[in-house]
């Protein structure tokens, strides 16, 4: 299955804006954030506590199990002052 992946804030600067992953069936967003950690240095940040994940605009954990043409979304936690 096809999964769409955007990255905002700092991971867009240092990785892109986005990137299309294959999947198996039945993955999690775990599953994905492993597989995208095993691309590099710059892309095992994705595996930090500090990272937050959300599919389809809803913020879930890393049991959320994926469908095909997911929109999976990484970004940093959101401050303000």
């Given at each position: ?19 299309q992953c294959e999947c198996p ?17 710059s892309w095992a940040q994705l ?35």
């Amino acid at each position: 299955m096809k999964i769409n992946v955007r990255l905002f804030a700092r991971l867009r600067e240092q990785l892109g804006d986005s990137v299309q992953c294959e999947c198996p069936e039945g993955a999690t967003v775990a599953a994905l954030t492993d597989q995208l950690a095993s691309k590099g240095d710059s892309w095992a940040q994705l595996k930090s506590q500090e990272i937050l994940c959300a599919v389809n605009q809803q913020q879930v954990s890393g049991e959320h199990r994926l469908a095909d043409n997911d929109e999976v979304a990484f970004f940093p936690p959101v401050t303000g002052g």
